[in-house]
C-alpha cells in the first residue's frame, strides 16, 4: 500500500532509530504497517502511478568561464549534436 507522510517520523528499537520517513515523501509499506500510520493521523493513502519529486538543477560553478567559452564561437551542429570549436 502506498502511503504519503505528512509528519516526519522514526521508528525506533532498543534506541536504535531503524527506519525514518521524511514528511511529503510516499513509501510503499506492506498493509498493516501503512493502516497503523493511517490510523495516527500521520499519513494518507496514495493511488496510482507515484512521480519521483524533480531533481534541481546544478548551478555552474563559474559562471564567467562558461560565459568565456560561448563567447570564443563554440558552435553546435544540428545534425549530430556535437559541439564543434
Known amino acids: 500500500m502506498k502511503i504519503k ?3 516526519d517520523r522514526e ?3 532498543q534506541g536504535v532509530i531503524v527506519q525514518r520517513f ?4 510516499v513509501y510503499e509499506l506492506e498493509r498493516p504497517s501503512a493502516m497503523r500510520w493511517l490510523r ?8 496510482g502511478a507515484v512521480t519521483p519529486p524533480k531533481k534541481k538543477r546544478a548551478k555552474a560553478k563559474n559562471v564567467e568561464a562558461s560565459k568565456e567559452t560561448a ?5 553546435v ?3 549530430s549534436g ?3 570549436e
Open 5 to 7: 507522510f505528512l509528519k
Open 11 to 13: 521508528i525506533e528499537a
Open 22 to 25: 521524511k514528511a511529503g515523501e
Open 40 to 47: 495516527r493521523n500521520v499519513a494518507v493513502e496514495v493511488q
Open 71 to 75: 563567447r570564443e564561437g563554440s558552435t
Open 77 to 79: 551542429s544540428v545534425d
Open 82 to 84: 556535437i559541439a564543434s
